[in-house]
């Protein structure tokens, strides 16, 4: 694959070296960087290998630790192994605490690289269901097998794209709306419209029965990513040797608070701010102006879908 910028437009497609798939693939060079050496914060064994099948240069110079800069609080080695450490334990925990209370069906939206299927220990008729773009899924798909790698869980792969009608998708592989599901958006909503974040809540709740469970990211309502973040991110894609300007994959415009939205509907909410998140994990904020601005107001959020009375 060779390495574009994509700009965002009503049907885009993508794979993993362009647009949106090439965030997936940059947070899947930071999981293989923070699962290095001896003292690895977290433990995916499979990171490193499809982040080089894809082969975006600057992406695997991230992945070999070759693309930090020390002087940056928040992009030096240590920094960026403990942010992707503290997001990835947080999906890591939401799922094997909902198999630990019987949850056997685990959703993952956009799922990318993600390689939970295959890297976490999921209990006896646990079923995972992936879904995102059909080059995404293929190439994942494909890349694992040939490394000979087996799911740990019955792994049902479905190539849709997220603005189609996939809750049918969904339930014409086997999905049953009437157990209990996990699942998680993990990195998503930023990406879509508002309009579409409440689609995708709305129909979410219509497929979750009693007792399901929903993960992702939260920032409080009316919070927009801070200019000096976005002057961030395109030098440090310039430094990288990257042409992926990724705060412009990001839709602006007043939206929703995800958590506000689903207590509406009836899930019980429970965040954990950015600040609290980094003290669960053992690390210390890092010294960043704007990071720490926002660690009130920002961080994960699980919900559970309510039994009526």
Not at 92 to 105: E, I, K, M, P
Not at 187 to 197: C, F, M, V
Request: aromatic share 10%.
């Amino acid at each position: 694959m060779s390495e574009t910028q994509s700009i965002r437009y009503d049907g885009d497609t993508w794979d993993l070296a362009s647009s949106v798939g090439a965030t997936a693939t940059s947070v899947a060079a930071s999981r293989a960087l923070a699962s290095q050496g001896p003292d690895a914060l977290i433990h995916d064994p499979y990171a490193d290998a499809l982040v080089k099948a894809v082969g975006v240069e600057s992406l695997i110079r991230v992945a070999n630790g070759e693309a930090t800069v020390e002087d940056d609080p928040m992009l030096n080695r240590r920094r960026m192994t403990e942010q992707i450490a503290v997001r990835t334990r947080y999906f890591d925990d939401f799922f094997t605490n909902a198999a630990r209370d019987g949850v056997r069906q685990a959703v993952i939206l956009a799922s990318g690289l993600d390689t939970r299927a295959y890297r976490l220990s999921w209990p006896a008729g646990a079923v995972v269901f992936e879904l995102d773009q059909p080059q995404v899924i293929e190439f994942k798909t494909r890349v694992m097998a040939d490394l000979g790698v087996s799911p740990t869980a019955e792994r049902r792969a479905i190539s849709v794209d997220l603005r189609d009608d996939w809750p049918a998708a969904l339930q014409e592989n086997g999905f049953d709306v009437n157990q209990p599901t996990a699942w998680i958006a993990e990195g998503l909503l930023i990406y879509l419209p508002p309009e579409a974040q409440d689609r995708l809540l709305d129909n979410i709740t219509a497929l979750s029965a009693p007792d399901s469970r929903f993960a992702t990211e939260f920032m409080a309502a009316g919070m927009t990513l801070p200019d000096s973040w976005r002057d961030r991110f395109k030098k440090y894609s310039a430094q990288i040797g990257s042409d992926i300007d990724l705060p412009a994959l990001f839709y602006d415009g007043e939206r929703n608070a995800a958590g506000d939205y689903l207590s509406e509907r009836g899930w019980r909410i429970s965040t954990q701010t950015t600040r609290e998140s980094y003290a669960a994990n053992g690390f210390e904020m890092p010294d960043d102006e704007t990071l720490v601005q926002f660690s009130d107001t920002t961080g994960y959020l699980t919900a559970t879908r309510a039994r009526e009375n």
